[in-house]
């Protein structure tokens, strides 16, 4: 139900976009988040943004990483600029109606999840 594309390799500094459309319905009424799990680690809270548009960031990614939405288009992206290697993972994006603030940066509190995408960042 949810599909993440827009992963890559990038060299330290630069910048990516991912996106993850989603067939939730009706989309505008659900909490979107990002997380992503490098190799060896768990998987971690990025960032969220709920149905009336306030976005949440981990410590580690903001003001680099900004997330939005478009329901028009059930989309929510995640631009992510300065990246660093420690950047480096795949990238999920979640879905759930039902969560509240407290429980955003946590992945058991999502019903629906993406596939991943990869995201390197590398020299």
């Known amino acids: 139900q949810l599909q993440a594309s827009g992963g890559g390799l990038v060299q330290p500094g630069g910048s990516l976009r991912l996106s993850c459309v989603a067939s939730v319905v009706p989309f505008r009424d659900y909490v979107m988040s990002w997380f992503r799990q490098a190799p060896g680690k768990e998987r971690e809270f990025v960032s969220a943004?709920?149905?009336?548009?306030?976005?949440f960031y981990a410590d580690s990614v903001k003001g680099r990483f900004t997330i939005s939405r478009d329901n028009a288009k059930n989309t929510v992206y995640l631009q992510m600029n300065s990246l660093k290697p420690e950047d480096t993972a795949v990238y999920y994006c979640a879905a759930d109606r039902q969560a509240i603030v407290s429980s955003y940066f946590r992945a058991e509190t999502y019903d629906y999840w993406g596939q991943g995408t990869q995201v390197t960042v590398s020299s």
């Open positions: 943004i709920n149905r009336g548009r306030s976005p």
